[in-house]
Structures are given as C-alpha cells and as structure tokens.
C-alpha cells in the first residue's frame, strides 16, 4: 500500500526559473495539502485541494506560487520565477475525508535555489 | 496570536532515560492533536492522536501523550528512550472544523547509546 509520493525529492533551480513540485496522494485519498518548511521552523501550511478544486490557499504567498490537482494525474505545486528565499523543504499530505481527517505526509522535496 | 509552542528545541539524552517533550497551543475551541516524528532521512509519521475520549492516548513505540484541557498542553512521553528514538518530534493542532495542520517547530531529540 503506497504512501504519498513526491517526486523529485531534491529539486535545484537558479533565481528566476520555475520549480514544479508533484505529490501523489496515498491510494483511496482525495484530498491534498502542502506545506513548507524552512530551517528551524516547522512545517507551514500552504494550501488544500480537493480533485480540480482549491478549498483554502489562505497561506499560499500571493505571487509566484499556484497549486493544482487536476481530475487525472498528481498535484502540482508551482513556483514562477524563484528567489532564495523559496529555498526549503517542501511536504505534501493526503486524507481520505477534508474536515479534521488524519494527514498523512510524503518524504517531502527540498529546493534549493541558487 | 494562535500558536502551537515546543519547548527545548534540542533533547541530548542516553538509552533508558525517560523522555517527555512539551506542546502547548493558543487555540480556543475544541481542537485534534497529532505528534508526528520525522527518523534520519526518512518522512513525518504519524505517532499518536486525540480526537476525543481518553485524554491518555497510546502510540506506536511505546509513546503517549496526554492532553489537559485546562492547560491547553498535549505532552508527549516515553519511559525509557532507545538509540532509535533518535529524530525530530512535531506537535501539531487541528482546530475542530479547519483543514489545516499547526505545527510546532519541532524538538530534535539525540539518544546517545
């Protein structure tokens, strides 16, 4: 039984470039959540999606950054034009149901930006 | 502002100690309450939760947490730590009816053999 996927797990860009990000979510769940971690912090959330639909990006920064879930195929974070900054780990998770479920993570991706 | 809070970011111990690391939250409200481990290299699993009912939740590896109301706290516990209890411990607070985790910034815990 697999668990969430998230590919690549090492990512490096330059400054201005693009980093896609690609989470699968654990068999049977629907619902996806990312979130990042930048060092000695911990994990900050970002957005949740459901299949085709964004429920709540309320701590997706508003530029630079979108994120799908498209009825076939993973979601996908991604960030335009990369500074520094965006440089951390970068967690999917997935539940079965939305409202307070069990999330459960994937190894994460940390980007690196140059 | 709401906020989860972990306490001694860095726990040095040796095998056989007991370990308990603190979480304490600002949220009102009924609230679930997660501990999550991330091991060397590997991703964050699940340890325990609290949904609801006994406040004294077990977990997997000989873990438990409990969670007092009053004190808006959900500390984690182990009587006796082992060599591969070495990782970095989350706390995280579900606030009852939002989709969104709160994590904690995490305890690294090092346990010397």
């Known amino acids: 039984n697999a668990g969430v996927m998230q590919n690549p797990r090492h990512l490096v860009r330059r400054r201005g470039q693009e980093a896609r990000l690609r989470c699968s979510p654990m068999k049977g769940h629907s619902h996806v959540y990312w979130y990042r971690q930048l060092p000695e912090e911990g994990l900050k959330f970002m957005v949740y999606l459901q299949k085709e639909n964004i429920i709540d990006e309320s701590g997706m920064p508003k530029e630079r950054f979108s994120a799908e879930f498209p009825k076939e195929g993973p979601s996908i974070l991604r960030i335009q034009q990369v500074v520094r900054g965006d440089s951390a780990a970068y967690f999917c998770?997935?539940?079965?149901?939305?409202?307070?479920?069990?999330?459960?993570f994937g190894p994460g991706t940390r980007l690196t930006v140059l | 502002a709401q906020s989860v809070s972990q306490h001694n970011h860095h726990v040095i111990l040796s095998e056989a100690a007991s370990l308990e690391l603190g979480c304490n939250y600002s949220?009102?409200?009924?609230?679930?309450l997660f501990w999550y481990v991330q091991y060397p290299g590997q991703h964050l699993q699940l340890l325990l939760k609290?949904?609801?009912?006994?406040?004294l939740v077990k977990g997997i590896k000989g873990f438990e947490a409990e969670f007092i109301k009053s004190k808006f706290s959900f500390n984690l516990r182990k009587p006796s730590v082992q060599w591969s209890d070495t990782a970095e411990y989350f706390c995280?607070?579900?606030?009852?009816?939002?989709?969104?985790?709160?994590f904690g910034k995490g305890n690294q815990v090092v346990v010397i053999p």
């Open positions: 609290y949904f609801s009912g006994d406040p």
């Open positions: 995280a607070v579900n606030p009852y009816g939002n989709n969104r985790l709160a």
């Open positions: 998770a997935s539940s079965a149901a939305g409202l307070s479920d069990t999330q459960y």
């Open positions: 949220y009102g409200g009924t609230v679930n």
